[in-house]
């Protein structure tokens, strides 16, 4: 069952008598943003309100990366056009100076003798001005920055949103290719009439991105008093559907760590992380869930406080059960492979109490059969639908999620929540050194001189970039919470689907089935 | 034409000189084609054929592919199946490519020489003289351009039989003396680029004229709210048609909407609300700016759209009765005619006209000053690059262009007149995946 929740309860909050508190995640000098009072009122006690928020700022990349496009100017040709326009317009300085970039890239002291290329966008004004004279290419050097699947252009785009924040917006239509495989193969539905409140300009200003990992109950049960009979399972509540997912164990023993501690405590979420990293590196707290491998239950003991949620690394049935009595205000997530046999763990796993899951693809998006990890989420859905068991579940997905539209589609295929991972790493300009696929064999290069500050900074863009594209499709379907788009499978487009539906009798077509 | 040119008529003629000269060497193949022209959609081989109809009013034969882009699905997989060459209509048979608008039965006539017409793009957007170059077109041709959500700026009046008056979310320059000029009233509830997210006209693009026109405040940003806050049903949409109907009873009306999941729905909705026209806008087209993620995700395009709409329409029993226009990446005059073998009555386009004025889709049109081109700009001097005579004759050789390559199409198909073209997709034959 799953109460309608506004993102921006905070103080005063009714919960129920049993539920864990959960830490606060923001202090309280930062709230802002009340509603239903006067510029002179005074705040009301009880319940306040405040709109979440990511602080963005303007995070210039720390590499210099290679210009998008290489300006090539034949500088003879140039010199023999610059004389001729001296003698045709002598004296007509405006008109000689006139220049063929409103972009500055031929502003310079030397004009295009030196062209200024970082300043190019690839608009072809230029040369289509003056073919005899420029030439624009795009740079082949930008093609190292990514692998097979975090591909240049996406790791492009990752730069962009990590730099400011900002979501990509451009002109003209949709540049790409007509669906494709995987995510490229689901399209979301949007609505004529309905948006999802009747407040701000568009709705979506009120959208809550809030998800709360940990189980459900079927019911509830209450006193004649009303008192909540009904013990509830411990719940942590994040304010945005993303994870920060651990590193890759080349870079366990970076800054990194650090980094997604700091960054998840003030983005409201959970960074995953080792256990061994969290006691050695003094990570502890409450935007921290430790990775704990059966054999470390007992290492636990050494942190500093209760941790608000664990993860298991694998299903042991021993484990599980040390911690969830160990810990019992903990959530904890089970984390599952998408290896053989993963749907009979999963329901034995549940059959034994637990109620999150953390399903993990590798970074390609691929589980050990090579199956893609959109239709292994959807098969995962699927079964616990079948099972009757989904609404007592938390799901938790990572791998090949590596754009802003990826989580709007994980979450229609069945999952609560993203935990992110190679993105993160995009963000602060990491790049893969050859096929980054797995989380152990993966290196990806940290830039020198990255520091936290910084670090903290393009991760809070990046999630404040992506959580706006989330807003952009839950404000195009008129949902006004996330929560709702978990398994709306009557609102996704399947390509295949669609494809048969209008080709179905055109000569030669022939249904893409298995291809989705 | 409302503001001062921001620049010399010498620095004009110096510009636009070396453009059309550059327009000119590019597709007529005198120089190479630019490497970095050009995506999967719309290839470079697509734009420079473009701009060739635009400069000729034929096809570059032999020389681009000007059929189909690379996308790799949708228009680009399907090919008609032509007759054998004895058994096509004579090269010089007369073939109708007219499009009647209004099927209901009662009401004005209004009849179309073309099966496609102007796609809204507002002022502020694009330029005044893009406005005007387009509304004199379709003036020329016998077809329609729409004003976009911008207001009408009173140059357009001349060709008021011509053009459609945008009422969209918004309501930006919206009057009972605008509404009482159209042909036809089009409702935008929601465009193909970004459905169900507003609009956007940034702050810098909204000068004291485009601000005037809209009834706002210079050089604020501009947000159209998604949905209309005043239509949540069928009958709060027939309200509005019934409002468009009282200031101008003449008036066909059009509905454009997006494609979502129940997209057939929506098209009877608009039937029974009192629409003429139900204009469906796919996913992947859209001229002015609009975020990434919607462009790629949100709604299905629109060859997915047309044959699901045209079949319920057939099944509701209305299919006569509804005019039914594809738009949101059509490119080509081929894709014109795919559309209308999957079950479109017409097309709108828009795209491909600023193409044929010589844009490049570079995709900058919201960043700086605006187009580069004087296409998606308001700035003083960037706008003067195009003229709205130059314009309008690059767009009347488009438009002739593409009848050329209608007409030929069905005299290959053995067919006299467009409507017979209409749902016939056993005329379509589906192509094997080109290796990429």
Redesign the interface.
Known sequence: MQMPRVQSLRDGEARPAAAPTPAPLRPAADEEGEVNAGPHAVPPPGPRYRRYHIDTADTPDLLRLPHRFRVEVRRWRLARLLLTEVGRYFGRWDTVLNRPCVYGVFGGPVGGFKPRQELCVGCLRCTVQHPDVVRIVRNPERRRLGDSYLTPERVETILYEAKAGNLPVRGQGYRGRFGGTGFDGMWTDMSEIVRPTRDGIHGRETISTVVELGGACDHLEFAPDGALLTPQPPAATLELPLLLDLPPDSLAASALPAIWARAAGELGTLAVLPLAGVLAAGLAGPAVMPLVAPAEVAALAALPAPPRALALAGWDRDAFRALTEGYPEAVVAVRLPFAAGWQATLLAAVAAGASTFHLEADYHGRGADGEFVLDLLLAAHRLLLAEGLRDRVTLIGSGGIVAAEHVPKAILAGLDAVALDTPLLAALQAFPEGEARDRAGARFGLPPGLGPEWAVQRVKNLAAAWRDQLLEILGAMGLREVRRLRGELGRAMFQAELEAEAFGDVEGFAPRGAER | MSEEPG??P??ID??TH??HA??H??SWGE??V????G????TSDLILATWYMGETGRVPEGRFEYRVGA????F???AF?TLPAAERRAADAPVDLSLPLNRRGSGRELTLELPFYGGGMSYGSVSEHILLARAMAAHRAGTLTSTGEGGYPPSLARYRDRVITQVATGLFGVEERTIQYAPMVEFK??QG?K????GHLLGSKTTTAVSRMRGSVPWVSL?S?????S???VE??KKHVDWILTVNPEALVSVK??T??DVDM?AIGSYYAGAHVVHLDG???????????????????I??A???VHKHLIKEGIRDHLTLIAS??IRTAHDVAKAIA?GADGAVIA?SELVAM????????????G???GL?TTDPE?QEWVTPEWGAERLGNLYRAFSRQLAELLRELGLATIRELRGR??L?????EAPS
């Not at chain 2, 995506?39 to 719309?42: N, Q």
């Not at chain 2, 459905?195 to 507003?198: D, I, K, S, T, Y």
């Open positions: 620049v010399s010498l620095t110096k510009v070396y453009l550059g327009y060497a590019r120089v190479e630019p490497p970095a022209l995506d999967a959609r719309w996308s790799g699905g949708g680009d997989r399907l199946k509830y929601a680029a459905p169900g997210l507003g947000f709210p998604f949905p209309f806050h239509v949540y049903s709060d949409h909407v997006s979502p999941v929506v996913s992947f087209g859209g001229t002015g700016a609009a975020p990434e993620i919607a462009k790629k995700n949100i709604a299905m395009p060859e997915l047309v044959p699901k949101g990446g999957l795209t010589g844009c490049t889709r570079c995709s900058n049109c919201e960043r700086g000053r187009c580069p081109f998606t960037l997709t056993d379509l034959r589906y192509l094997p």
